[in-house]
């Protein structure tokens, strides 16, 4: 078992196994196809993403460095949050970026009742060290216990 | 954050409950990134990069409405990214009903959407709002809320304008409330490079491959690209903006580059030189091998890897009015040579609606139509956004396109030789 804190983005608390990815995330790319044709599992679409390419993301703590591509990313994490297809939690390694933050921000202001934190800056230790599968416990003050 | 007497009644409610979320999403945005104040947007126009109708969002045309509806409508007009539909594209009876029936079965009320809150005009529907014929290019310095990652890193980069790469929705939230945080590639210390590439290839590189390698390495840093003046030179042209359209376009979907700085070319790298780097700058070579060895890495995603290309998309970003010339007189050296008179593959090129009127007043135009190449104002990436489309060998030298679709990028050279000579 470890321990990580990051920076609280988006407050709450969640238990998930884990998913990661080593690379950016290219959020069009990754949820395009599952928002589009009813995918509820959110499968990954992303064939330049080896490590989620078509696994599932809902209810996934996604482990990620950042999010890259697309400025509709934002507004894809919004739709995802919205249309409940989102990952349980999102811990980034570094510091978020703004694509990732905008779609976090926006639906936590513009949409009732959604449940995902978000923690950044783990560091690269975390992502070295957490592999698929692994539970995941986000605390509220942004500690993030790996087991 | 410091907020002024008039931001922080908004936020409290002075102009209504619309405007305060408004607000408190710019707050939370600016708080995020460690903005100390909110600055100005001083362009005259803004670019979303939210412009199809597409079913699956129906929580982004709520939220617009929302806006619409509390009164919160954009202060600058705006221009838009393409549309995702044309009747001269390609399409078979089943995918012109996906198309139309369920894909983009809101794209006429979207449309309705973005005419209430600031849309410029019929016509701005374009990746590269900054060509002049759309008539949205920033002067240097400028304070953008762009979205639209390759409208956003021209801007940086060749504009020397000034904008972080907004999502979708943030965009035009800058733009309701006339103001934006203040931090990363607003400030003069966000601009500066973390990583020095050298190009040392013997030719001069493709664009978009350049571009690819480079946003894959640096992510979302700010590279300083040096070696390009010998293809470049130290003046900005219609030949050298083409070529960096498609190359920042590259660095912002393989990587998330918002800003690069071309040695002796771009602005800020001409005006600033090596004082633009930071300290401590990682540097990146390039050379033939590690292009190579980067476009060898592109997966194929097709079922059948040999396939025969059933169709060919040539302009992602919009191609500007050089560029078709070009390709025009290209795709017409290739047939004579080959003996051909019309291409053997389905090939579109994709351009924004007001160069497409422009370049149809030339003579070029009837000469490209005769060589059987469909001009469009299409968005090719949203053409190919659908499980159908997914399924076609689709080939393009777009690496935007590429990335975000099962579409197989081969370099121009390779694409010319394949609508005009044939072969897989």
Redo the contacts between chains.
Sequence with gaps: MREFVGRV?APGTVSAPALVSHG?L?T??SF??A???GDKKATCGD??NPDLYNKQMVGKALCL???????????VL??AC??ERNPACMLFSKP????A???S??A????EGINMPVVDSLGEEFLEYVKDGMMISVGADGRVIVE | MYLTDEQQAILNGSKGETLA?VM??LV??GE??GAEKMVPVTSEYNHL??SFG???????FD?MQ?LIDGGAVSQQKFSVDPRPLDKKVPANFLQNFIFNNI?YAKQESYEQQLQKLGLMNDDAFTCACYLDQVGNAPKKGEILSW???SA?VYANSVLGARC????????IMGSIAGFVPCF?LLTDEGRKATWIVKVDCKNKPEAQLLGSAIGMKV??DVPFVTGMEKWLGTELNDENRAYLKDFGAAT??N??VGLYHIENLTPEAKELGASLVAPGAKVYVIDDAELERVKNNY?V?WKDKDAKPKLCFIGCPHLSMQQLIDWTVAVEDGLKASGNKKVLIPTVFTTAPGVKKEFEKTEYAKRLEATGVILSYICPLMYM???LAGKMPVITCSNKLR??T?ARFYTEAEILAKITKGGN
């Design positions: 983005v950016g290219n069009l790319a395009q196809k928002l589009q044709f064939q330049n460095p950042q999010t890259i591509g697309s400025t509709t990313g934002g507004l919004y739709c919205a249309m978020i970026d703004s694509l933050a905008a779609g921000i926006l936590s202001v513009w949409l | 979320k408190k999403t939370m945005y995020t990134f990069v939210t597409l079913k699956m969002m129906g929580p982004v939220l929302q894909m979205a639209e990652s956003v972080n790469r907004n999502s979708g929705i943030m965009d990363g992510m979302e912002a979907s990587g998330a997966p995603v956004n659908n499980p990335t975000y099962t």
